[in-house]
């Protein structure tokens, strides 16, 4: 079945400092690659979606860009702000939707000043 | 007005004893589904309704049951409630096809 693997539980930074997740996944699909974003006390709102058709997603100053030899879509920003505190999860979409998302582990951020 | 709500915030129950937590939108949309998340581990689909087609999955098929009477809401029941049903549960809507759910802010439950 589809999988999304994300290593890094937590990730501590200080503004202005470089974000970058690792995601990776398996699928026998073509999917739709999904980052969503939990901000504290919140439910997990869509951050960006990247298919195999652009291959680059972009929001609020955050990128992912598909990358179908190493199967991965990794998210970054160049300068992370305190707001950009909360736990980010990668996800994956089959283009049948008949199985809903799956999710990766989620890697929280914490941003500090 | 892209709202999700959820009830209770918090539900505290007994081993043993039904949970219901019940989900409503506001946004029409035609699927809704229900994830449960427990610490350190990914959000899990339990099952979704699309119209009134409920689809569970496979490994929780008889753990969760769910109605839809109508299109805005949603309630997931449990019951007989064991410990290992402590979790958060999350409730979401779309549009069949789309990316996009919207989730609300989630019922975390705590069985005793």
């Known amino acids: 079945g589809d999988s999304v693997t994300q290593k890094q539980g937590q990730v501590t930074l200080s503004e202005d400092d470089f974000l970058f997740i690792n995601c990776t996944y398996s699928t026998t699909t073509y999917p739709t690659l999904l980052w969503y974003v939990q901000y504290l006390g919140q439910g997990p709102q869509l951050l960006l979606k990247v298919t195999t058709a652009n291959n680059k997603g972009i929001s609020r100053g955050f990128e992912a860009t598909y990358d179908k030899g190493t199967t991965s879509f990794h998210l970054q920003k160049a300068s992370v702000q305190e707001s950009d505190s909360a736990v980010y999860f990668c996800?994956?979409?089959?283009?049948?939707?008949?199985?809903?998302?799956?999710f990766g582990l989620g890697t929280r951020v914490s941003v500090f000043p | 007005d892209t709202t999700v709500k959820q009830n209770p915030r918090y539900k505290l129950a007994r081993v043993g004893k039904p949970v219901n937590l019940i989900c409503s939108q506001t946004m029409n949309h035609d699927t809704m589904y229900w994830y449960q998340k427990k610490p350190n581990q990914a959000p899990k689909l339990l099952l979704f309704y699309y119209d009134k087609i409920l689809n569970r999955e496979a490994d929780t098929f008889e753990k969760f049951q769910s109605s839809r009477p109508n299109n805005s809401f949603c309630s997931l029941y449990i019951g007989s409630a064991g410990l290992e049903y402590s979790a958060m549960y999350l409730c979401a809507s779309s549009d069949w096809g789309g990316e996009t759910l919207y989730f609300g802010s989630g019922t975390r439950l705590t069985v005793l």
């Open positions: 996800a994956l979409v089959e283009n049948n939707y008949a199985q809903g998302l799956t």
